[in-house]
């Protein structure tokens, strides 16, 4: 059994600081979403909550997949070669370009149809479309700002990432109080406002981004600018083979809360708002983790292209321990406070009751969840993908999604029930990537 160094602790908490506040400013755009539209009504925090969530499937879609500019980025740097790291930025910029209008094209011409095959409540339906067709226009912008975001993280620089997530999310507050509300002279948008501050958000935290690298001396190795974009299929290969396993891994899991979230929009507005306050809750506190788990990536990454075997091992151990222990105290948080959390959303009773109902049922798989989320992060770093992949879609489509969809559509059982199926999945999803990753690091 490996031991955890506090050296390990210390350098890991040192890289993934930037990224928390980063993943806590993109939660926050999701937070101050729900509150704002919230002041419309139950009708427009429904709307918000089941567009977010499709639009959150899309968006982690795309995330996976440049995921894998990380492990690829800190293998290269601890190599030393980081004049090769441009090409793939250039790469993966071309790739997002392509794909980010295309996803806009595609959901301006099948959304309604979407909304109706999968059953939303017609008394929100309409509000949802606004919301995303809306919101989808930032697509190309923020699926660009993750090429830049990756690569930066792949280096171990990860500030400029904060930096420009704290101004989106300044901005998102901002642009909700004007079209929301109809402020400054602007014309009130309600939901479709809502959308519209998110969009121009996603292309000007990408302006900055970008901007960032180019002005920065310390990006001028990198080469990132100063050739064209020329299509290489043998870099968009290995990005594609990397990444799309982590794609389908990390939609695995964001498709079943949003499979679930579009399920109980099913169901009416009071639970799908109950069910969204939950969800904000539970994704501020994902994001601590989630981004322990991508510095993990990095320095098992730069630890093997060190070629040290025995770094990445430690690193790789102290990155599940550090996402379990925090879990654990997030868990404690929960049970003791969920209440006065749920205050700050609202103060509808029927509303808050059901909220309150969900978050002890999370409180159960907060900490299973933070040890899969550490071992897949570890896993990237071995550049280990298709094993964690196909586990994801073990555990969350044929184990927890038939049993949500059993408790909650067959039996019409309350919603807490129906987020069991989380904790089956999630505790599966751990024992399965834990294991994986004893084998890979021969940490046990």
């Known amino acids: 059994m490996q031991s955890i160094k506090f050296k390990n602790i210390f350098s890991l908490l040192k890289l993934a600081a930037p990224l928390i506040a980063n993943n806590l400013a993109i939660a926050g755009i999701q937070v101050t979403d729900a509150l704002m539209s919230s002041q419309l009504g ?22 996976g997949l440049m995921m894998a500019l990380s492990p690829i980025v800190a293998r290269i740097f601890g190599e030393r ?5 441009g090409r793939y930025t250039r790469q993966a910029c071309l790739m997002s ?12 011409l099948s959304l309604p ?45 990860t500030r400029p990432v904060m930096y420009s997530s704290i101004i989106a999310l300044i901005l998102n507050i901002l642009l909700n109080y004007i079209l929301i509300f109809g402020n400054f002279g602007a014309p009130k948008l309600g939901v479709l406002g809502c959308g519209l501050a998110s969009a121009i958000s996603m292309w000007l935290v990408f302006i900055y981004l970008s901007s960032y690298f180019y002005l920065n001396k310390r990006y001028k190795k990198l080469m990132i600018f100063e050739r064209a974009s020329a299509f290489r299929g043998k870099i ?28 109980i929009g099913t169901l009416g507005a009071i639970i799908t708002s109950a069910n969204q306050i939950a969800l904000n809750v539970i ?33 790789a151990l102290t990155g599940v321990f550090i996402c379990g222990l925090f879990m654990l105290i997030s868990s404690c948080i929960l049970l003791l406070l ?15 009751d059901l909220a309150m109902s969900l978050l002890l049922v999370a409180a159960l798989f907060q900490i299973v969840d ?74 046990l």
């Open 283 to 315: 994704t501020v506190t994902f994001m601590v983790p989630l981004a322990i788990s991508a510095a993990t990536t990095v320095k098992v990454g730069q630890s093997l292209g060190e070629a040290d075997r025995a770094k990445a091992r430690d690193y």
């Open 338 to 352: 969920r209440g006065s959390i749920i205050d700050i959303y609202t103060g509808n009773i029927e509303i808050k």
């Open 236 to 263: 968009m290969r290995e990005i594609l083979k990397l990444g799309i396993p982590i794609s389908i891994s990390v939609t695995a899991e964001a498709g079943l809360f949003s499979a679930v979230s579009i399920m």
């Open 370 to 443: 933070g040890i899969q989320i550490g071992a897949a992060g570890a896993l990237r770093g071995y550049k280990d993908t298709k094993i964690p992949m196909i586990v994801n879609l073990f555990s969350y489509w044929v184990l927890a999604f038939p049993l949500s969809y059993l408790l909650g559509i067959v039996y019409r059982l309350p919603p807490s029930y129906i987020w069991l199926g989380f904790v089956l999945g999630l505790s599966v999803a751990a024992i399965l990537l834990t294991r994986r990753l004893s084998k890979i690091s021969k940490i």
């Open 81 to 85: 070669k980081e004049q090769m790291i």
């Open 113 to 157: 149809l979407l909304l109706e095959i999968v059953g939303i409540d017609i008394e929100f339906r309409y509000l949802v479309v606004e919301f995303l067709d809306a919101i989808i226009y930032g697509a190309p912008g923020i699926f660009l700002f993750l090429v830049f975001r990756y690569t930066t993280e792949g280096i171990g620089f």
């Open 42 to 63: 139950s009708k427009e925090l429904a709307a918000v909550a089941v567009g977010g969530s499709i639009w959150f499937l899309i968006f982690q879609a795309y995330n």
């Open 97 to 108: 370009l392509i794909i980010g209008v295309t996803i806009v094209i595609i959901i301006k």
